[in-house]
């Protein structure tokens, strides 16, 4: 192996000064994710695994490690909202990552408002650019190489309502620019924001 590349087994330990996995896969979108109770106990959270998986139904999903009030919350009432999180809401969003009880509810810790949803119960952040009501499709607990059921959980939901705020559709097209998404971009407290963008077509078939 050439010396100008560091290699380790992750079951061996990566022996450095912190583990690089979330510095390597990155950046990546937030799963801001708003769920509520049966009862109607709402909860605002954003996780730091999410992604898009399909179209044409639209899947987006997210992971959560640990056992937390989304995953109870989507298995009682099985409808989640995800928020764009961007950089004029990156301090709310902070806020709503609090390891708070379950009776807090995070919109109001974090200031900000509470919009109904239109095909879901789930409420979404107002002031977000834009939001997609989903519902839940399934929950997987994830297995690692050896079978064993690990403390991570799965949640993939098809999106059946999209909310965008007119001022940041230009031409008809969704800005992303201008709506200014943050990312999760390494380490316990680093972020990332969109800078410079290009396009490049696909080749044709």
């Not at 801001?32 to 709402?42: D, E, F, H, I, K």
């Not at 909310?163 to 972020?191: E, N, S, V």
Request: charged share 20%; hydrophobic share 40%.
């Amino acid at each position: 192996m050439s010396d100008d590349v560091y290699f380790y087994d992750p079951a061996a330990g990566h022996g450095l000064p912190h583990d690089p996995f979330k510095a390597i896969v990155a950046p990546r979108l937030i799963g801001w994710v708003s769920t509520c109770s049966a009862s109607g106990r709402l909860n605002l959270a954003p996780y730091s695994f999410f992604g898009a998986f399909a179209t044409f139904p639209s899947i987006i999903g997210f992971s959560s490690e640990g056992r937390k009030d989304s995953i109870r919350n989507l298995e009682e009432t099985r409808e989640f909202v995800w928020n764009l999180s961007t950089r004029p809401l990156a301090e709310q969003m902070n806020r709503t990552s609090a390891p708070v009880a379950p009776e807090v509810d995070e919109f109001a810790l974090s200031g900000l408002t509470p919009v109904a949803g239109r095909n879901v119960a789930v409420p979404h952040v107002g002031e977000s650019p834009a939001a997609l009501e989903c519902k839940l499709l399934q929950i997987v607990q994830l297995h690692d190489l050896n079978g064993t059921p690990m403390d991570n959980w799965l949640a993939l939901g098809q999106v059946v309502g999209v909310h965008i705020q007119k001022a940041y559709l230009k031409d008809g097209l969704f800005d992303t620019h201008a709506a200014q998404p943050i990312m999760r971009a390494g380490y316990r407290a680093d972020y990332a924001q969109i800078g410079e963008m290009f396009q490049m077509i696909r080749p044709a078939s």
